[in-house]
């Protein structure tokens, strides 16, 4: 009797053990921005591409400062100047068990371009690929059209899919019965709008999880989701809105992760078109002539910013003055270009040689649902520019009306704040969507429309130069010469912070992904 | 009354059309939808081939005579964002809201007409008073703030309810429910509260003024002169009298529950239409927000139909020929 009531309390306390100990290994994330689909081809969607890097991985991995690391490849090199050679790791499996080879990687270059009804394809970055080759199964050769030193960086955001599935509609993959991939996290379920929950892969070929069982919830509210840190609902949140950092770092149940980001936050002006639609005189009527087209206007329009005030007060020091489009440490980010000192006097002066001694009248705009405290920065832009001469009206909107209305064939604005995070990590992203001229690959998201045929030159230069060090040269060459211009006007880098409960440790990520085989307990 | 019902129909396929044709131009007049979803390092090529592809690159025109036949045949288009039947998408998050909706409105009903008959009964009385002072809370707190501090003082301070999401489903009567879990229940009660608070408030300011209105009538007095007792006059005949009123706005106010529950779902982060329909106006998502307010406006239809039905019911002294629509 004695021995059999020890026999079960021993089985209680195993029972007990067991219990507390697998719900240490669950994890709920609160994630700040909505998932459209769990297919890793569907959108080009950071918030999806962050789900995916769950369940899939790619052949070259992007560390927490965006430098590109070994994936589904063990190595890459160019093999002659258009020609691409990755070798591929062996022993992978997906999680249907079936084994990874050159099929997959090839299935899925033809499903990315297949997908229907795409609303942003990753096709942008696979059509430089012109012929793929397979000695063997475990090596590819790319062959691309022109030189083109971005394709390990392009390949780091494609996610490998099952051969299997190079036909499976987007459906399938939200489904799960197509969400088979080889990374560290399984797939278990998808419920839209609100949650997708993955399980640990123990196969993985990587470095395993420690987490059991993650969920990660999708919390668009921001006070909504600290809150739920705060009640202990979710263990780790993104996107700590900066109005509670302050509170939250200085409470005692969490901690905080940080790192700067790899998004510029900056002004676009139109340095395009003779007669621009928001610069008037002081009386409101239409100037005749674009005064952003003369470099000096767009220069004094810089000077008049007193960044670090705007970084200390509305951004609550989560951002840090930004003089070009990286932050220092980024691939082809210049050490030379430094924020533009506040200078109120300068700028008066600089509108004077351009013939503006009075200053004139002008409209900014910018959203005010996208980055964070965008709506703030402007109001707090607008009295600056006044001081300088410059007598500025501030619209703010929501990012659905703003970027019908400011981008192609709209362009209904004259300046306007935009933020740009480089998604491959390096500075050609940034110069080849906002500064090189509008044309075929170029100038996606040039607003301004600026357009400098040396800047473009050294552009195409340096995407044609396979050689690493001499193309971070002739990046830093372009970029210094359209900053020193004032292509556009840079504000300030983001900090990225995440906060977790006290215990648990993460790996703040440049390019704002929240994963979770990066939270660990803290040791 | 069958005349009745399908002259309001008629009415309300002309509210439908007209009311899909003002989104349809409201939205074509904002901009082209695919810059607020496309990558910003997409391609010219790759922009006019998701225009193309979503059919943007047609007239405006043609673009809503393809809707309109495409709907005549019960196929709403498919969402923009998710690639998904818009009419799935938001049949697929009705249960939420629907299951949000209800333990409001059951909230509002089953604490509001007591307190607010009781606050008519005795409204001198302190509890009186008090109920009427609350009540006045209730309509003049903005949603958000109660929402926010109900998750503050129950889920952060007490730690009592979780703060988020929705709990875990079960089956009730063959409906999958979160209503049906324990865990399903300490999720909805926050939001439910919250989205039930105004509704309270205002059925017990109805209730109020109904047995303020009602206990002075004649009937009452003849009631009680032939001896039924304070309960059975109060209960059965006030009670049926002041039923009429709060009919008909908790009708319209079922209807509104459903369909802008937006602030509370996002709060709470409640996966129902609510937060649905606001990620689509923020994404132009307009396959989306045509169909939910397609679907909105028949709700309403079928529950104001219901609400006059209703009337003809709890008062015999109205006919249903005689309300024009």
């Known amino acids: 009797m004695g021995r059999s009531l020890s026999r079960f309390a021993l089985g209680a306390f195993a029972a007990a053990a067991f219990a507390a100990g697998a719900a240490a290994q669950d994890l709920t994330i609160g994630l700040g921005a909505n998932v459209t689909s769990i297919d890793p081809h569907f959108h080009n969607l950071s918030p999806n591409s962050n789900i995916a890097a769950h369940i899939f991985d790619r052949l070259v991995h992007q560390d927490e400062q965006q430098r590109l690391q070994p994936g589904l490849a063990t190595e890459w090199k160019a093999v002659d100047d258009t020609t691409w050679e990755f070798k591929l790791r062996r022993g992978v499996k997906f999680h249907d068990g079936s084994d990874f080879t050159a099929a997959d990687v090839l299935a899925t270059l033809k499903r990315v371009p297949w997908v229907p009804n795409s609303p942003s394809s990753f096709r942008i970055y696979t059509q430089a690929i012109k012929s793929s080759e397979t000695p063997d199964p475990y090596t590819i050769l790319f062959k691309t059209e022109k030189p083109y030193p971005l394709l390990p960086v392009d390949l780091s955001t494609i996610n490998i899919v099952s051969d299997k599935h190079e036909q499976s509609p987007t459906g399938d993959f939200n489904g799960g019965s197509a969400a088979i991939g080889t990374g560290p996290f399984k797939f278990v379920e998808y419920v839209p709008g609100d949650r997708i929950v993955v399980a640990r892969n123990d196969n993985y070929w990587g470095a395993k999880p420690h987490w059991q069982k993650v969920t990660l919830k999708l919390i668009t509210n921001n006070a909504a989701r600290v809150a739920a840190l705060l009640a202990g609902d979710v263990q780790i949140i993104e996107a700590v809105p900066s109005v509670d950092y302050a509170k939250l770092k200085s409470s005692t149940n969490v901690a905080i992760w940080q790192v700067t980001s790899n998004r510029v936050i900056y002004l676009h002006v139109d340095s395009f078109r003779d007669q621009t639609p928001m610069a008037t005189d002081k009386q409101g009527a239409l100037l005749p002539k674009n005064p952003l087209k003369d470099p000096r206007v767009r220069k004094a329009l810089s000077k008049a910013i007193n960044r670090p005030a705007i970084v200390d007060r509305v951004m609550e020091e989560l951002a840090i003055p930004a003089g070009g489009l990286l932050p220092e440490g980024f691939f082809g980010a210049s050490p030379k270009l430094k924020p533009e000192r506040f200078d109120p006097e300068g700028a008066r002066k600089l509108l004077t040689e351009a013939g503006y001694p009075n200053g004139f009248g002008l409209t900014i705009h910018g959203p005010n649902d996208r980055y964070p405290n965008d709506e703030k920065i402007l109001q707090a832009i607008g009295p600056m520019f006044s001081r300088a001469g410059i007598d500025t009206k501030v619209v703010t909107l929501p990012w659905a009306t703003f970027a019908a209305q400011g981008s192609n064939p709209n362009y209904a604005f004259s300046v306007m704040l935009v933020g740009w995070g480089s998604g491959t990590g390096e500075i050609s992203s940034p110069l080849r969507s906002l500064i090189a001229t509008v044309g075929p690959g170029r100038g996606a998201s040039n607003r301004g429309r600026y357009s400098n045929p040396k800047v473009d030159q050294l552009l195409e230069q340096a995407l044609a130069t396979v050689d690493d060090g001499k193309r971070e040269k002739l990046l830093q060459e372009a970029t210094e010469l359209a900053i020193n211009d004032t292509a556009l006007i840079p504000l300030h880098y983001q900090i990225n912070v995440w906060a977790t409960r006290k215990g648990l440790q993460y790996v703040p990520r440049a390019d704002e992904y929240t994963l979770a085989q990066f939270v660990t307990p803290a040791k | ?325």
């Open chain 2, 1 to 325: 009354m069958s005349v009745f019902i399908i002259r309001r129909l008629i009415q309300s396929a002309l509210v439908l059309v007209v009311m899909s044709l003002l989104v349809f131009v409201g939205i074509y007049a904002i901009g082209n939808p695919v810059e607020i979803f496309i990558a910003g390092d997409a391609d010219q090529a790759e922009r006019e081939r998701v225009i193309a592809a979503l059919g943007l690159d047609r007239p405006m025109w043609e673009q809503y005579w393809l809707f309109v036949r495409n709907a005549a045949l019960g196929d709403l288009g498919k969402s923009f964002i998710f690639n998904q039947p818009a009419l799935w998408l938001i049949v697929e998050r009705m249960p939420a809201t629907l299951e949000l909706a209800f333990s409001a409105m059951l909230i509002a009903v089953l604490l509001g007409i007591p307190l607010g008959m009781y606050a008519g009964y005795r409204p001198d009385s302190f509890a009186g008073r008090s109920i009427m002072a609350g009540s006045i809370l209730g309509f003049s707190l903005p949603t958000f703030w109660v929402g926010l501090m109900l998750i503050m003082i129950f889920a952060v301070w007490l730690g009592w309810l979780p703060s988020t999401g929705r709990g875990e489903l079960g089956s009730l009567f063959g409906i999958r429910t979160s209503l049906a879990t324990w865990d399903g229940l300490a999720h909805v009660l926050m939001p439910a509260v919250n989205l039930a608070l105004f509704k309270l408030s205002l059925v017990i300011r109805l209730a109020r003024a109904g047995m303020r209105e009602n206990l002075p009538m004649d009937y009452v007095k003849f009631a009680r002169a032939k001896g039924l007792p304070t309960r059975r006059v109060i209960f059965v005949h006030v009670f049926k009298n002041i039923l009429i009123p709060i009919v008909t706005v908790l009708g319209l106010e079922t209807g509104s529950v459903i369909a802008f529950a937006v602030v509370t779902e996002t709060i709470f982060a409640w996966p129902g239409m609510g937060k649905l329909i606001i990620d689509s106006i923020n994404n132009l998502d307009r396959p989306v927000i045509v169909a939910y307010l397609l679907i909105t406006v028949s709700m309403f239809v079928i529950i104001n139909l219901v609400v006059d039905i209703l009337y003809s019911i709890l008062d015999p002294r109205v006919r249903l020929a005689d309300v024009k629509g």
